[in-house]
């Protein structure tokens, strides 16, 4: 009895209870118990309230997303350049990036361009608030009616939104986010300024971005001059900008115009009678010809300007270049001529050359043989084996480590670990004591080799990285050029020398302007100051061993006979790259020869490409003839050739008779006035002569041994050699 006690208790009476207060719940839901049409209306509005609830809720997801992709910052701006080049004339020679121009304000812009954007795209603009119900209704109609897409149903805001901020991918999230964006751009900007905006950025085909740029590219003028015709052709782009295209199919493009002249009767801005004579006479866009740009040099360029302009939040932009065209043809036809008369016959396809004045401006840049064929530069992004070219800076670390032209060097190869250098003959050194000039104009490898073990690898490197030469990379070769590097950066490095002393930063862009023609960007007041890297009595030094090179070594085929002329060959491991890098007082220029796939340029006989031959050639036809004039600057350390003495005192005698016809010497490039002197006309029409045919010199080094890091030909060296079949079967590394 204890025990039935507490489990009526602790059970039995609880669960009474509760069955007691279930009785009494059921009696009073018994009274709100529907039933009929109360039911329905009740079960729908439940139904309804719970989808809404979870519709919301997605809706909200959505839109958080959609608002995610705005930048705050920089959501008006292009986030692309659009950049129109100048040469140093300021005539036009390119464009690069996209082509937008929003100068042009809204007030500007015909009526006649609005009305047709309006018509065509989105009559209800002004009486909805980014998305139109009643124009997606009419669209979705007119569609189904067609069974075929024929109109759409985004507003000019939401075609703004997918501008700014959206891909143009076909997707129901992209919709949504599309509409986000729309409201919350009505709700930031007034009616006008996001038409303005829509007439600034819409794709409008042909690389152009908005209505002025298409006008200019289509037509060759301002949008505030276009007619009718022309509104109507520009704004029947809107839908479909490469398919409807002028330079693409104009028929397809004038067919469209006529759509669009018809929309805008229908929308009631003019009448059948006024676009009559439209449709009669259609727009006749302008032929779009590519012109004869220096499209390698405004590759870079473009790079350049880029890296300028970073975080200013300016897009289009005016450039103009230090390029001369003139040097430019000349720098080409130097390349191609070279390759299409003796690539074939000794197994290299391209070529590439750099030619700038000794404070760094660029006059001329090449980046292969043809552009249209590849567009890689390999002037400025190919990475290659200087070679023996490499040497001039390990005798500069020398030189400022203890060195000097009176040293006396031992011809025998030093130990690096297990590894020894061979000479160009394959042999290890005479073991004879050599003058520092003798030992460079050689191009011995084992003196450079012993140079940079005594002064130290690191400060080599570290000199290169003082001349803006990067990636060089501590090696027991290092002396014999077994690192890659651009010619941009080695023409540079050179650059130095011609100087005096001073690092050289290579530079295409002297002045930027926006597209209002504000000045954002000058290089002489916002370039790279000059800074000394090595004592000027370094640099004559160096200018005294260069100068030997081609005076007496494997540089000779680089001599000009109306100034100084100095430099270095460089040639690498079997054949792979050959370069001459050089300069006279006026240009400092590099050369390269090789192919994209590291194959040896080697002949069936054996026969090698060195540095000293087809690149010390077309050096010499580019340099002879770059220079306009023979008032050219005295290299440091050397002393002034006869050509230039003679020239000088032709100017003294001018400036004594009459100060007005004396030339401007600082304009180096511009052609003396005055007649000169009969000596020097001579030289120039021997070289005058010798430019109308580009033709290979004969008799080039013969190739050396194996395993030589480089080979460069001693000038009375006459033995033939041939590649050794190790070296033949190395692995090929990739561009």
Not at 59 to 67: D, M, S
Not at 427 to 434: D, E, I, P
Request: charged content about 25%; hydrophobic content about 40%.
């Amino acid at each position: 009895m204890g025990f039935e006690a507490w489990f009526f208790e602790k059970l039995a009476l609880p669960i009474q209870r509760v069955k007691e207060a279930y009785s009494a719940g059921s009696s009073l839901a018994a009274r709100f118990k529907l039933r009929g049409w109360s039911r329905v209306f009740n079960e729908l509005a439940s139904e309804a309230l719970t989808i809404g609830a979870a519709g919301f809720t997605v809706l909200f997801v959505l839109g958080n997303e959609a608002y995610k992709e705005i930048d705050e910052a920089r959501w008006r701006s292009m986030g692309s350049y659009s950049v129109t080049f100048l040469d140093r004339d300021r005539r036009e020679v390119g464009r690069r990036g996209i082509f937008l121009n929003d100068s042009v304000p809204l007030k500007d812009i015909p009526e006649v361009m609005i009305n047709a954007a309006l018509a065509t795209e989105d009559r209800r603009f002004y009486d909805h608030y980014g998305i139109d119900i009643i124009g997606t209704l009419r669209a979705l109609i007119e569609n189904v009616r067609a069974n075929d897409v024929v109109q759409g149903g985004s507003t000019i805001t939401q075609q703004l939104a997918k501008n700014l901020f959206l891909s143009s991918e076909r997707s129901i999230q992209r919709k949504i986010k599309e509409a986000f964006l729309a409201l919350w751009l009505e709700a930031r900007l007034p009616k006008n300024e996001i038409l303005k905006l829509y007439l600034d950025r819409a794709y409008m085909g042909g690389g152009a971005f908005g209505v002025e740029a298409a006008a200019q590219f289509y037509f060759g003028k301002s949008v505030k001059d276009v007619t009718m015709a022309e509104a109507a052709m520009l704004a029947g782009l809107f839908k479909a900008p490469t398919k409807y295209a002028p330079h693409i199919d104009l028929a397809a493009a004038r067919a469209r115009a006529n759509e669009v002249l018809s929309n805008l009767v229908e929308a009631g801005y003019y009448t059948a009678g006024q676009v009559y004579e439209a449709r009669l006479n259609p727009a006749d866009p302008v032929e779009r010809t590519e012109a004869n740009s220096p499209d390698w040099f405004l590759d870079w360029a473009f790079e350049e300007v880029q890296r300028i302009m970073k975080g200013k939040d300016k897009f289009v932009l005016t450039v103009r270049l230090t390029v001369d065209l003139g040097l430019q043809r000349t720098a080409e036809q130097a390349i191609q001529s070279i390759v299409a008369n003796n690539g074939r016959g000794r197994a290299f396809r391209n070529g590439a050359l750099v030619s700038m004045e000794p404070n760094g401006a660029v006059r001329a840049l090449v980046g292969g043989v043809d552009y249209g064929d590849s567009q890689f530069n390999r002037a400025t992004n190919a990475r290659r084996q200087p070679g023996s070219s490499f040497k001039a800076y390990v005798y500069a670390a020398g030189l400022m480590n203890g060195y000097s032209l009176n040293s006396r060097l031992r011809d025998s190869s030093p130990r690096c670990g297990r590894w020894s250098p061979r000479n160009y003959n394959g042999s290890y050194g005479s073991g004879r004591r050599v003058s520092m000039l003798d030992a460079f104009r050689r191009s011995l490898n084992t003196t450079a080799v012993a140079i940079s073990l005594d002064v130290g690898r690191n400060k080599v490197i570290d000199l290169t990285k003082k001349l803006g030469i990067k990636g060089v990379r501590r090696s027991c070769s290092i002396a014999l050029g077994d690192t890659g590097i651009t010619l941009l950066q080695h023409t540079s490095g050179y650059a130095a020398f011609a100087s005096g002393g001073m690092k050289v930063t290579p530079y295409a862009v002297l002045e930027i302007y926006d597209s209002q023609g504000k000045t954002l960007y000058v290089h002489s007041e916002h370039g790279p100051k000059p800074e000394r890297v090595m004592p000027r009595r370094v640099a004559e030094s160096m200018n005294i061993l260069l100068k030997s090179v081609v005076d007496g070594g494997t540089g000779r085929r680089a001599q000009l006979e109306f100034t100084n002329a100095v430099g270095k060959t460089g040639t690498s491991s079997s054949y792979r790259d050959a370069l001459f890098m050089g300069f006279t007082g006026q240009f400092v220029t590099g050369v390269w020869f090789g192919n994209d796939d590291y194959r040896p340029m080697v002949n069936r006989y054996g026969k090698g490409v060195t540095g000293g031959s087809f690149p010390a050639q077309a050096w010499q036809t580019y340099m002879a003839a770059a220079h306009r004039t023979m008032d050219i600057p005295t290299i440091p350390g050397l002393q002034p050739h006869p050509v230039q003495v003679d020239e000088r005192a032709r100017l003294a005698r001018l400036r004594t008779s009459d100060p007005t016809l004396a030339p401007s010497t600082s304009n180096r490039n511009a052609p003396a006035s005055g007649r000169l002197p009969a000596a020097t006309r001579k030289v120039l029409e021997a070289l005058r002569a010798k430019l109308k045919g580009l033709k290979s010199a004969p008799g080039e080094s013969p190739a050396s041994a194996p395993n030589q890091p480089d080979r460069e030909k001693r000038p009375d060296q006459r033995a033939k050699r041939t590649i050794a079949p190790e070296a033949k079967n190395r692995p090929v590394k990739s561009l």
